[in-house]
Every structure is written in structure tokens, then in C-alpha cells.
């Protein structure tokens, strides 16, 4: 059955807007390495839209993620702080800006992070301004629009067997979750075709 989508500059089929609720990656903080980041995918003509194409899987909606990484770089900002973390496969840029999170008792305060340390981050995607990220030396050969995660929630990691265990988590969703296609949109498509169906079947009646 197919959805209602748009198509991307690549040729992938997109869900339209309305249906990204369909789908439970939507409302959950994806686990994902730099590299998935990077390799996202946009939709045309649609600000700040995300989708996750797993191998030959469909390209599904996301919104949030959640990294693992150890901190290379600290860049204090007028309003919070800019973290770049490393989780072995690329660099990422996590913005924590100061009083703009409803719930801040899962954030430590920013300016006891120090560099070595090893974050797991919850945030939001945003597709960074060129402006900001072009004379970034660590995001060089990076294709692609340049994504960056808006801090919900962090916290520090002191055993290191839990990035190792957060590293097989992400593989293993990868390969059993994320390259499905989610239930509840082929539902929507089955009841999408036969509500067409059937409003056809109706206007011929009509006519007959």
C-alpha cells in the first residue's frame, strides 16, 4: 500500500507531514551514531525535517536522538554552551542553551563538563546555519546539510562498559528495528486505500 509522501532530491519516497505520527520513531529519542546523523535524510522544502534510512528499509521520520561520546571540544556561548562530542565514527555538535529547557534537573550545569569526559545526550535535531558550521575544521567533508542536537538531557558516563553496551544497542536496532517500516503507517495506508476504494465505488453509483 502507499502512503502519501513527497520525494526527495535523492528519489527516496518521504512521508508528508501529516503522517509523521504514524510513525514511533517519531516520538522517541532514536539511538544513533555521527555517522546516521550525517547520512540523514531531507525533506524538499520542509525546515528542520529528519529521516533515518536504514540499508534498503524506508526512510522513516525522526525528531530526537540520543549519543554517546566523549568530549573533544568546549565552546562557551553568550546564552549556554556548544559540546562537540566524539563517538568514534564522526563529530557531533550538542548546543545546551541556558533557560530554554522546561525541565532542567536532568542537565548538569554546563560549565562543570571538561574535555576527556564521556556524555550521553538526549536533544532534538536542528539543521545548523552554514554560517555557523563552514570554518568548523572537525565538520570539514562532511556532506550534506550539517545537523546539531539542542540538549534535553545529559549526563556524564563513568563506566566504560556502558558506551560499549550503548554501541551494540544502536547496531542491533539498526538491523531489527529501524530498517522496518512502523505497523500503525501500513494500518494508515490499508484504511487510506479503502476509504478511496470505497468513495469510488460510492461516485460511480451515482453515475450508474
Not at 576527556?116 to 575544521?137: A, F, N, P
Request: with cysteine.
Amino acid at each position: 500500500m502507499n502512503n502519501p509522501s513527497v520525494v526527495a532530491e535523492n528519489g527516496d519516497q518521504l512521508l508528508e507531514p501529516f503522517c509523521w505520527g504514524l510513525d514511533p520513531l517519531f516520538w522517541t529519542h532514536v539511538k544513533l551514531f555521527a555517522s546516521q546523523i550525517y547520512a540523514l535524510i531531507s525533506a524538499p522544502r520542509i525546515e528542520d525535517s529528519h529521516f533515518l534510512r536504514i540499508g534498503d528499509g524506508p526512510a522513516r521520520p525522526i525528531v530526537r536522538v540520543e549519543v554517546i561520546g566523549t568530549v573533544v571540544r568546549i565552546q562557551p556561548i553568550r546564552i549556554g554552551c556548544v559540546y562537540t562530542l566524539d563517538d568514534g565514527t564522526g563529530f557531533l555538535r550538542c548546543c545546551y542553551f541556558s533557560g530554554q529547557v522546561d525541565d532542567e534537573q536532568d542537565l548538569l550545569p554546563w560549565d562543570t563538563i571538561e574535555l576527556g569526559v564521556t556524555l550521553q545526550i538526549r536533544g532534538k535535531l536542528k539543521i545548523e546555519k552554514e554560517m555557523y558550521t563552514e570554518r568548523d575544521v572537525l565538520l570539514k567533508g562532511v556532506r550534506g546539510p550539517h545537523r546539531s542536537i539542542v540538549v534535553e538531557s545529559m549526563r556524564v558516563v563513568t563506566n566504560p562498559n556502558e558506551e560499549l553496551c550503548a554501541s551494540a544497542e544502536t547496531i542491533n536496532l539498526c538491523r531489527h528495528e529501524y530498517c522496518k517500516e512502523a505497523k500503525t503507517i501500513t494500518m494508515h495506508a490499508k484504511q487510506s486505500m479503502e476509504k478511496r476504494l470505497e468513495e469510488e465505488v460510492q461516485g460511480s453509483d451515482l453515475y450508474s
